[in-house]
């Protein structure tokens, strides 16, 4: 994909610790096109987060990025100190947390904060940037935007907060927002209708989204593209819909084999055995071994990315050969769609 | 149908909110918030027979948790009573209350919260059956490692603290922590919600295990309907502190009749249907300190009518096994 | 069933949690430079019948000869009063070991009897709540909105002087801040998972309350503990500086000073400040390491 608008090369964030340097990020690569959704999936400490703030440089002592490149429209934004990145985010680039509170000011007033936000990178008036605010709310599906401007952010709902987040993110058409389990606290009614805003936006903005999530579910109805994360790498990488018909990496399909709707109720399901290692210890060679039904004599070594067919990835020494009925295979027995 | 072990008898469980020094403050002066009722659970009714997993679902704040807590005998109800095998499950005793049985153990949904951290994981499972004298404490150790077996951990870890385990470890921690009291009647309150994807497969497997080997009886409270399906027999659906439709797993899942249970499976995301254009249930959740009149889905109801307003609709039986509170199953939302 | 217990995890040693306390310990030099302090304070305190020339408590070996005998002077004794005698003729550097001796026991002897006191109110008030907490926590807070020297000047006042009577009025005058901490830190715990689960087992209260409760809200009660002996110390040194603590016959650190204070304008300095310096000295390491206690336990620090 040459119109990648966020392309990520080889990213490496380490933290100091007691026990050495603890590599969170060891060599993520991917990339994401304008008006695409890329859905970073991963269990808990595998790197998502991370990820997401050295994307942003948004990394602090004792943590650092070791090498790799960030190129936003070609700019590498890890070379970039102090006010050049400070002038980058929140223009070209955005960020939206599973905390929305971390975006908002309890104390001040929607309005005032985000015609700050606006005039932070554009000079306009504070009647031009009061306009822009309310359109952002609208876009975003808040009902009467004029009035929301002037509540204090404990008077909206968790699910309302968040869109105001999401649409200061949206206030300088960034060309990239990373959201980071934006929708893992909230209901899923609530979390339904941000998808259905997000979805919308991305098809009619032409912004490139980074939806990091635990949740299977929610990538596979979002994103376009997929980036399965484990122990600090892309495990497995490709378009949504075909790395879920048919994961290739052995824990891709282990953990879409453990989910319960896809199987007869009562039954003794799928699972991955063992548990996520710690970044302090982990095995040599794969890091998926210990836990790995595939593991082979080769599996001691660290296993060779593999590309398929689609721009699909894995990084394994025994990828799953793809299974050859047609994709959705795996939908025979959820709920019925009511109507 | 064979006697039911646990009956909840129009539960209703109601918290005061009481405004704080300052706020009173501001109250004297006119300006203050007055002390404010949560209704977390209305009028609540449910019979759970031996052997039977009852599932619990609803969106945060619907009163899951204020339910499970009232049957585990951690609150006791403002109304109604709740009768194990015939008894009250606890008594309240001025402010605090008293719990009466042993044979209902809880767990909880954060495993790292729910463990002492600073009590060796031994002794968390051998403390409970020592002090009732379940099992007499120069046998408490053995005891302790067959439990620990049980749960699939290697006995060889009981003098370890909790800190030294992952989530799913602690989860099953938790678990010989209720197992160890005999129990007949598990509330589970979202037990595998905090738990990696990968790891609630593990715990969920233990569960049925656990259930088939011990017939044991269950409440299984979870958001995540895929789980819920899997675990259990029944399913009652809350909304805003009332049970809104309650069905056998199987039935509910192929032909929900209540509009929410309806709108929340049609929200919800499902792996494998690919780029889905979603269709949201619209409207936020409304806050139970000021719940609307009527039924509390009509503001959010397609199909309310001017009757939702007025008279909130009863619980009732729909089909054999099945009841749904909705006006639509009783004449009408005019 | 399944395989999850084959995972190795890293055995951890109550050994190897303090020395991890004591690696995060050493960060700040400071309190390192303290902690010498303090424990070669305690050290000369307890072994003062060895290291000292002369026993302060023994009125015969005084001599009047050897009065206001400048630092560095030998007396009669034959040896060097390096930090000089006072009027009465006691060497100064050894009534300082035995003051700081006198200090120590009240300030621990104080200290300790205040944290049991005040641990059981707070702990009784944050686990019965209702009515039982808000009466306990009223009188905490009407106690601590006094300063501690008045109280402890009226106690003494009345129940007389000795050390025994001194401690006790630094413990009614401390046990508040005691009761306080214990009760925040129980009130935040009492909500926790843990607690619910011991009082839905359902466990006995007692066991609830020392077994679970008591040992999670320690962390900061032992930071006050060090501080709070701190405080008694200085406290005592005060109430017998006004001359109400302890007589000079039975020195502490406060009585040394005031004991000296009338020879100050006249030149004498020694007899009153070198026990000044031994008192901030004392109290101040110990306030340091408190602090540094406090900053490693605080478990919003990442380790
Ligand atoms: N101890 C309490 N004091 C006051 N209000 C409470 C208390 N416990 C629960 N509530 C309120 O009662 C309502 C129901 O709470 P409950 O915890 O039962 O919800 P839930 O269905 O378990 O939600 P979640 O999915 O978030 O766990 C909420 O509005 C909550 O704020
Ligand atoms: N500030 C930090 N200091 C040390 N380690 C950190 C820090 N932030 C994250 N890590 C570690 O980096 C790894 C990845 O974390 P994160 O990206 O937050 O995971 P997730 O995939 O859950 O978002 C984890 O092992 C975590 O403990
Ligand atoms: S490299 Fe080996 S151990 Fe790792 S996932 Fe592939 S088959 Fe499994
Ligand atoms: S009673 Fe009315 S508002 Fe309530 S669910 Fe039925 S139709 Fe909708
Ligand atoms: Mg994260
Ligand atoms: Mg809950």
Redesign the interface.
């Known amino acids: 994909m040459s119109d990648a608008v966020l392309r990520v090369k080889d990213l490496q964030t380490q933290f100091q610790s007691r026990a050495g340097a603890l590599k969170a990020v060891n060599g993520v690569s991917f990339e994401v096109g304008r008006g695409r959704i890329l859905g970073l999936v991963g269990e808990s400490g595998s790197g998502k987060s991370v990820t997401g703030y050295s994307i942003l440089g948004l990394i602090e002592p004792p943590g650092r990025i070791a090498g790799g490149e960030v190129l936003l429209n070609g700019k590498d934004l890890t070379r970039l100190k102090g006010e050049a990145i400070r002038q980058v985010r929140g223009a070209q680039i955005a960020m939206v947390f599973q905390d929305p509170m971390m975006t908002l000011n309890p104390v001040l007033k929607i309005g005032t904060q985000m015609i700050a936000a606006v005039r932070a990178h554009d000079r306009v008036s504070r009647k031009a940037a009061r306009a822009r605010a309310r359109d952002a709310l609208a876009k975003v599906g808040i009902p009467s935007p004029e009035e929301r401007l002037d509540a204090y952010p404990h008077q909206l709902s968790g699910g309302m907060r968040q869109r105001v987040a999401i649409a200061i993110a949206l206030l300088h058409s960034p060309a990239v927002i990373i959201a980071d389990e934006p929708t893992t606290a909230l209901d899923v009614s609530i979390q339904g209708q941000i998808l259905a805003e997000v979805r919308r936006l991305a098809d009619e903005t032409g912004t490139a989204f980074v939806w990091i999530t635990h949740d299977l579910a929610v990538v596979s109805s979002l994103a376009d593209d997929i980036c399965v994360m484990y122990a600090g790498k892309v495990v497995e990488s490709g378009p949504a819909a075909e790395v879920i018909a048919s994961p290739r990496h052995p824990y891709t399909a282990g953990l879409l084999a453990s989910v319960p709707a896809e199987h007869e109720p009562g039954t003794k399901l799928p699972q991955v055995p063992g548990s996520t290692p710690a970044l302090a210890n982990l095995p040599p060679g794969c890091a998926f071994a210990p836990r790995c039904a595939k593991a082979g004599p080769a599996c001691t070594t660290t296993p060779p990315v593999q590309t398929f067919e689609d721009g699909r990835t894995a990084l394994c020494h025994y990828p799953i050969e793809p299974v050859s009925c047609q994709p959705h295979s795996l939908t025979s027995n959820t709920y019925r769609s009511a109507s | 149908m064979p006697a039911a072990l646990l009956d909840v008898e129009h539960v209703s469980k109601r918290f005061v909110k009481h405004p704080n020094l300052g706020e009173r403050i501001a109250g004297l002066l006119g300006a203050g918030p007055k002390a404010e009722t949560v209704r977390a659970v209305t009028n609540v009714s449910l019979t759970v027979a031996k052997g039977e997993v009852v599932g619990l679902v609803g969106?945060?704040g619907c009163g899951k948790s204020t339910l499970g807590r009232m049957i585990?005998?951690?609150y006791t109800p403002s109304d109604g009573k709740i009768l194990f095998d015939r008894a009250p499950v606890a008594k309240s005793q001025?402010?605090?209350?008293?719990?009466l049985t042993?044979r209902v153990?809880?767990i909880?949904?954060?495993p790292f919260?729910?463990?002492?951290?600073?009590?060796r994981i031994g002794d968390t499972v051998a403390?409970?059956p020592v002090?009732h004298g379940i099992v007499k404490p120069r046998e408490a150790d053995a005891y302790v490692a067959d439990l620990l077996g049980?749960?699939?951990?290697?006995p060889g870890?009981r003098r370890?603290?909790p800190?030294?385990?992952?989530?799913?470890?602690r989860q099953?921690i938790?678990i010989a922590?209720a197992l160890a009291?005999k129990p007949d009647l598990l509330v589970l309150d979202e037990p595998v919600a905090s738990l990696?994807?990968?790891?609630?497969?593990?715990v969920?497997?233990?569960f049925?295990?656990l259930r088939r080997d011990l017939d044991l009886t269950g409440i299984f409270i979870s958001?995540d309907?895929?789980?819920v399906?899997?675990?259990s027999d029944r399913v009652a659906i809350m909304y805003l502190g009332r049970i809104v439709e309650m069905a056998p797993?199987?039935e509910l899942?192929?032909?929900?009749n209540h509009p929410y249970t309806?709108?929340?499976?049609?929200?919800?995301?499902?792996?494998?249907?690919?780029?889905?254009?979603?269709?949201?249930?619209?409207g936020?959740?409304p806050s139970p300190l000021h719940p609307p009149s009527g039924c509390h889905f009509h503001p959010r109801c397609p199909f309310a009518g001017p009757r939702c307003k007025r008279e909130a609709p009863a619980l009732t039986a729909i089909a054999p096994g099945r009841s749904s509170a909705c006006h639509l199953n009783t004449g009408g939302t005019e | 069933m399944s395989s999850s217990s084959a995972l190795p995890l890293p055995a951890e040693t109550s050994w190897s949690r303090v020395s991890n306390f004591w690696s995060d310990f050493r960060q700040s030099p400071v309190a390192v430079a303290a902690l010498i302090v303090v424990v070669v304070v305690v050290l000369m305190a307890v072994l003062a019948p060895f290291v000292t020339p002369q026993d302060p408590y023994n009125q015969e070996a005084l001599d009047l000869f050897d009065a206001r005998l400048e630092p560095g002077e030998v007396g009669s004794g034959g040896y060097v009063h390096w930090l000089g005698t006072d009027a009465a003729g006691r060497d100064i550097f050894s009534a300082i070991l035995y003051g700081l001796r006198t200090s120590l026991i009240v300030g621990v002897m104080a200290g300790t009897l205040a944290l049991v006191l005040g641990t059981t109110v707070g702990l009784v008030a944050a686990y019965y709540g209702g009515r039982i907490e808000a009466l306990i926590m009223r009188v905490i807070d009407l106690q601590l909105s006094l300063p501690a020297i008045l109280l402890a000047l009226v106690l003494v006042a009345m129940l007389g002087q000795g050390l025994m009577q001194l401690v006790a009025a630094l413990v009614a005058a401390q046990y508040a801040y005691f009761a306080r901490t214990t009760h925040g830190a129980a009130s935040a715990e009492r909500r926790k998972d843990y607690i619910e689960a011991a009082l839905s087992t359902p466990l006995p209260a007692r066991h609830v309350l020392f077994r679970h409760l008591l040992p999670n809200a320690l962390p900061p009660l032992i930071v006050v503990a060090t501080v709070q002996v701190a405080n008694s110390i200085a406290l005592e040194a005060t109430l017998s500086f006004l001359g109400l603590g302890l007589p000079i016959t039975q020195p502490s650190l406060g009585s040394l000073i005031s004991n000296g204070f009338q020879f100050l304008l006249s030149g004498r300095y020694w007899i009153s400040i070198y026990p000044g310096i031994a008192l901030m000295l004392t109290v101040v390491a110990i306030n340091l390491v408190g602090d540094q206690v406090r900053n490693v336990l605080n478990p919003r620090r990442s380790r």
């Open positions: 969106e945060s585990a005998g951690i001025g402010r605090r209350t008293q719990k042993t153990q809880m909880h949904q954060d919260a729910s463990l002492n951290p600073r009590i403390e409970g002090a049980r749960v699939g951990l290697d870890y370890r603290f800190h030294q385990f992952s989530g799913g470890q099953r938790a922590r009291m990696d994807v990968s790891i609630q497969a593990q969920l497997n233990l049925m295990d958001h309907l895929g789980v399906r899997h675990v797993t199987s899942y192929a032909s929900p309806r709108a929340l499976f049609e929200s919800v995301p499902r792996i494998g249907v690919g780029r889905k254009d979603f269709r949201p249930i619209a936020e959740i």
